[in-house]
T-cell receptor, first 109, second 116 residues
């Protein structure tokens, strides 16, 4: 049983396209994280959310606590956005971290 | 400010041996958490330390252990290595840990462990 489900698993987009990655979770959470991982392994934390919406540059993250769903949007996508995007939640009970399997994004020039 | 530093970057060990990995958090961060990443299982949570105390632990056998020192540096140890322990081990630090609202995570570049 996966506590965190992401879709799609793979995504190919043309430069400039608007991209959405979805994350659904089944546990009560205290926080949700969106992470970016480039080839080579380094992980960067993009957002931490507990409610509402956050924006950073071309990236927007939203969360709906009642529906247990979050989305990561990339506006005007660029080849440098090519990476694996991972959704992670910290459970409200037990403070465990659960991770989605990631969405591999390729942006073609 | 220096980022999270993990050492060593690469490690090759033989089945049955033990290994110790090190993580130095960002200055001022008191929480360190550890994760295992494999192609088959993805990212999995190992444990989290805050102020030298283990706050929570993932679903891993007792061969995996860790500790945190008074300067917030952390080590994790894997004893009696198995082939399946080959993975990228990542640590992350945050200013606080274990609180209901969470804290942003700052990841190190990881230690890639190969068990032969």
């Amino acid at each position: 049983k996966n506590e965190v489900e992401q879709s799609p698993q793979n995504l190919t987009a043309q430069e400039g396209e608007f991209i959405t990655i979805n994350c659904s979770y089944s546990v009560g959470i205290s926080a949700l994280h969106w992470l970016q991982q480039h080839p080579g392994g380094g992980i960067v934390s993009l957002f931490m959310l507990s409610s509402g919406k956050k924006k950073h540059g071309r990236l927007i993250a939203t969360i709906n606590i009642q529906e247990k769903h979050s989305s990561l949007h990339i506006t005007a996508s660029h080849p440098r956005d090519s990476a694996v995007y991972i959704c992670a939640v910290r459970s409200a009970t037990g403070n465990q971290f659960y991770f989605g399997t990631g969405t591999s994004l390729t942006v073609i020039p | 400010k220096a980022g999270v530093t993990q050492t060593p970057r690469y490690l090759i060990k033989t089945r049955g041996q033990q290994v110790t990995l090190s993580c130095s958090p960002i200055s001022g961060h008191r929480s360190v958490s550890w994760y295992q990443q494999t192609p088959g299982q993805g990212l999995q949570f190992l444990f989290e330390y805050f102020s030298e105390t283990q706050r929570n632990k993932g679903n891993f056998p007792g061969r995996f252990s860790g500790r945190q020192f008074s300067n917030s540096r952390s080590e994790m140890n894997v004893s009696t290595l198995e082939l399946g322990d080959s993975a990228l081990y990542l640590c992350a630090s945050s200013p606080r840990g274990g609180e209901a609202y969470g804290s942003p995570l700052h990841f190190g570049n990881g230690t890639r462990l190969t068990v032969t």
